[in-house]
């Protein structure tokens, strides 16, 4: 049972009862004073964690019935951080408190288990272990993007050789396999097809944006392509608004343009004088957000495409972004190696990843919103954790005068091998399956062009 007020209750048969009250929160200017009582019946772990301005402070230990600790924390010293509010106004902004109970039946019990004991158990719950990849090869240079559709059940594919590509796929019970049914080619752009997306509401229905300067709308039921935009600028970005409306194209001259999907002609154009790299909207379609080489990430409400905010995100570039699928957080990935994850309500960096050595070049949250996928020249893509799900704790944080669930954990959990620096990565909307694509090359160094397609349960 959970009382969503200032008390947080959290019950289990056997398995002991916290109630946790937070009794003080003070905030001026960069000092936080927080005070945070709770009382135990039965036996828990709890664990009480601190966080404001990029900044976190974790307590935790174990305790029995009829304790009922109060602890108090103040800050007066600015941490060193790279994700520091750049506004004024979030100078007296609540930080985010939380209490997390990590619910056992017996500590004592749970305490004397050996070490070999603990990681065999821990290996029977890792996420994707025994899971792997498959090989799929249609293009005759080197893949630059990959994406499905709206239904999980296609996989599209651009690439330097001009052309995009279809593979149909079909799911069978728990496992989804690619059939043998052969890929689709869309063909008719001159140049390098260097990203496309599907029509969020169609799921035959793709744009492609290539160097030729046009982006192009497909269907693939027949493989004709049925409207054309001649821009600009040689074309590297595209996305859909989630409904389906509108499609912004980015370009190499930093130029953004928003075409109307019905007409398939520009309704917006604006031209930035700063490195634009990669564009997304907010899953309700009223905030666009673009990564800039600045390393910050540009908000802007829409449609009047007008600055609401300037996070300083990074310490190099903003290369890519990824839109949780419930529209809580957005990822992004940066020169200086890092993933950074925000939250969007708050507009406030809650947790970094530091796992990649190299510039990030792509990123994607899978359907649930529960891990990440990134990936750079590293010669690995990694997978984090960002949900509670892996562990069997419950946590919620106090936030504008009640406790919400709080989802963030940050555990690495696979890291799937690689041969070559990676392009693209995406996961399925419905499915635990992860594409992904990149400068793979043959025992001659010529480009391999293929993608891979990793969940499988066999190779």
């Not at 976190?56 to 019935?65: A, E, L, T, V």
Request: hydrophobic content about 35%; overall charge neutral.
């Amino acid at each position: 049972m959970v009382t969503v007020t200032n008390t947080v209750t959290v019950m289990g048969s056997g398995m002991g009862t916290v109630t946790g009250t937070i009794t003080t929160i003070v905030t001026v200017m960069w000092t936080v004073t927080v005070t945070v009582t709770f009382t135990v019946t039965g036996t828990a772990t709890v664990t009480i964690r601190v966080t404001g301005y990029g900044y976190s402070y974790n307590y935790g230990s174990g305790y029995r019935n009829g304790d009922s600790p109060s602890y108090g924390y103040s800050y007066v010293k600015l941490p060193n951080s790279t994700f520091l509010p750049n506004r004024k106004q979030n100078n007296n902004r609540v930080p985010s408190v939380s209490i997390e109970i990590r619910r056992m039946a017996d500590l004592h019990k749970v305490s004397a288990v050996s070490a070999k004991q603990q990681g065999e158990a821990m290996a029977e719950t890792i996420p994707f272990k025994n899971l792997h990849s498959r090989e799929y090869q249609g293009h005759k240079k080197k893949v630059h993007s990959v994406a499905w559709n709206c239904s999980g059940t296609k996989l599209a594919s651009g690439s330097v050789d001009q052309t995009a590509r279809v593979w149909q796929i079909e799911p069978h019970g728990h496992v989804s396999i690619l059939s043998k049914v052969k890929d689709v080619e869309l063909k008719g752009h001159t140049d390098s097809v260097d990203q496309l997306c599907w029509d969020p509401k169609h799921g035959d229905l793709i744009a492609t944006a290539s160097g030729d300067k046009t982006v192009r709308l497909w269907d693939v039921r027949s493989g004709k392509c049925s409207q054309q935009a001649e821009l600009s600028g040689e074309n590297i970005n595209i996305t859909y608004k989630p409904d389906g409306t509108h499609v912004a194209v980015g370009n190499r001259d930093d130029e953004l343009t928003i075409l109307d999907v019905r007409k398939f002609k520009p309704i917006h154009k604006r031209k930035f004088n700063y490195e634009v790299n990669e564009i997304a909207w907010n899953m309700s379609g009223d905030m666009f957000f673009l990564t800039t080489g600045n390393g910050t990430v540009e908000v802007l409400g829409y449609p009047s495409l007008q600055a609401v905010d300037t996070l300083t995100a990074h310490t190099a570039g903003c290369y890519c972004i990824a839109i949780d699928p419930f529209g809580r957080y957005f990822a992004v990935g940066s020169a200086d190696s890092l993933v950074s994850l925000w939250n969007i309500s708050e507009m406030l960096c809650v947790r970094t990843f530091t796992k990649l050595e190299w510039p990030v070049r792509t990123i994607s949250f899978n359907h649930t919103g529960d891990y990440i996928a990134s990936a750079s020249e590293d010669l690995f893509i990694d997978i984090v954790c960002v949900s509670s799900c892996v562990y069997d704790m419950m946590r919620y944080e106090f936030n504008g005068g009640c406790w919400q669930s709080n989802v963030e954990s940050g555990r690495s959990v696979h890291q799937i091998p690689c041969r070559a620096a990676m392009n693209s990565v995406e996961w399925n909307p419905k499915y635990n399956l992860l594409a992904y694509a990149g400068d793979d090359k043959n025992k001659y160094q010529a480009d391999e062009g293929v993608f891979r397609i990793f969940g499988f349960e066999n190779a």
